[in-house]
């Protein structure tokens, strides 16, 4: 089974709708974030978490909010989603055990807002 | 404060060699490299640590020039299944929560 899992794979929705991604994670880390890739811009972090207390905003984290339930989950939403949103999702998590923060990657959620 | 990656894109045949160079403006703890087939999730290859030696996997390594605050990725006889778009990932700060940066990406094709 997958470390790190993302549900849906694939949503299409409306502009002005709420938007959930949901990730949860098998691997026991605290550490856990949402990037969105659009092509040519590589990967950009949104939000982290730290542990379940500790949430953080990455670059781009207008427009959009998280919900980190336990230490397994980490949602991710679009309050109301707008075209520009449309985009692939990744949920990843890293250990802090470790020196550094490797990062390991859920499948993605492909995410298009017509 | 996300890295430069160089070349953009690069085309080569099979056995040719590569270098994908990543550099920072910022001070860097930390070098991550990945590696990401279309469609897929991106895969850790290999970290550089401030202070650390050379990486290798394989036909792949990796160098960090703290000074220069730049790591380059070297692709040694490529085959087919190198092919796909690289990513460094930098930290500025090693464990202390700082946020970890993804360059713009690398596309490599490798051809027969």
């Known amino acids: 089974d997958a470390d790190v899992t993302q549900t849906p794979r694939n949503r299409i929705t409306k502009t002005g709708k709420r938007i959930m991604l949901e990730c949860s994670q098998t691997?026991?880390?605290?550490?856990m974030y949402w990037y969105r890739q659009d092509p040519g811009l590589g990967l950009r972090l949104i939000y982290y978490?730290?542990?379940?207390?500790?949430?953080n905003k990455g670059e781009i984290s207008d427009g959009y909010s998280v919900s980190r339930q336990a230490q397994a989950k980490f949602s991710l939403s679009l309050e109301s989603a707008i075209p520009n949103q449309t985009a692939l999702y990744f949920c990843?998590?890293?250990?802090?055990?470790?020196?550094?923060?490797?990062?390991?990657f859920g499948p993605g959620t492909r995410l298009t807002v017509l | 404060q996300q890295p430069v990656q160089s070349p953009q894109a690069v085309i080569l045949r099979e056995g040719e060699d590569a270098v994908i160079n990543c550099s920072s403006s910022?001070?860097?703890?930390?070098v991550h490299w990945y590696r990401q087939k279309h469609g897929e999730a991106p895969i850790f290859l290999m970290i550089?640590?401030?202070?650390?030696e050379q990486k290798g996997h394989d036909k792949i390594s990796a160098s960090f020039n703290e000074k220069k605050q730049q790591s380059s990725l070297y692709l040694t006889a490529s085959q087919l299944s190198y092919s796909g778009t690289y990513f460094c990932?930098?930290?500025?700060?090693?464990?202390?929560?700082?946020?970890?940066?993804f360059g713009t990406g690398t596309s490599l094709t490798v051809i027969p």
């Open positions: 990843a998590t890293s250990d802090p055990g470790s020196n550094t923060d490797t990062q390991y």
């Open positions: 691997k026991g880390h605290d550490r």
């Open positions: 978490s730290f542990d379940v207390k500790d949430i």
């Open positions: 910022k001070a860097l703890y930390s």
């Open positions: 550089l640590l401030k202070g650390g």
């Open positions: 990932g930098t930290e500025n700060g090693g464990n202390t929560g700082n946020q970890f940066y």
